[in-house]
């Protein structure tokens, strides 16, 4: 129901525009995020935006380089990636979920759902 897109190779300072469709249901009303997984590393949170997209929270690491966005019209969330750095690579996975409260917004076990994953890698 999330189809994650948009990734590939990048050199270090590049940029990604990774994008998530949704189907199957209507996601305007969800929260949406975007979390990434490094090799032999946990999941972590990238971005996420509530679904009227007036309120976007980032991690710390991609803060002012990352951006998270949202057209409910076309059921899909962007998440603009500049000036990456080697350690932006991982496989990122979009998610959803209903109800998110604030100070879950960036927990992963608010999203009950979730993409396939799409993996970026930054070359140095």
């Known amino acids: 129901q999330l189809q994650a897109s948009g990734g590939g190779l990048v050199q270090a300072g590049g940029s990604l525009r990774l994008s998530c469709a949704a189907s199957g249901r209507t996601f305007s009303s969800y929260s949406m995020a975007w979390f990434r997984q490094a090799p032999g590393k946990e999941r972590e949170f990238v971005a996420s935006?509530?679904?009227?997209?007036?309120?976007?929270y980032y991690a710390d690491s991609v803060k002012g380089r990352f951006t998270i966005s949202r057209d409910n019209a076309k059921n899909t969330v962007y998440l603009q990636m500049n000036s990456l750095k080697p350690e932006d690579t991982a496989v990122y996975y979009c998610?959803?979920?209903?109800?998110?409260?604030?100070?879950?917004?960036?927990?992963?076990?608010?999203?009950?759902?979730w993409g396939q994953g799409t993996l970026v890698t930054v070359s140095s």
């Open positions: 935006i509530k679904w009227s997209g007036g309120s976007t």
């Open positions: 998610a959803a979920g209903s109800g998110v409260i604030l100070t879950m917004m960036r927990q992963i076990r608010a999203y009950t759902f």
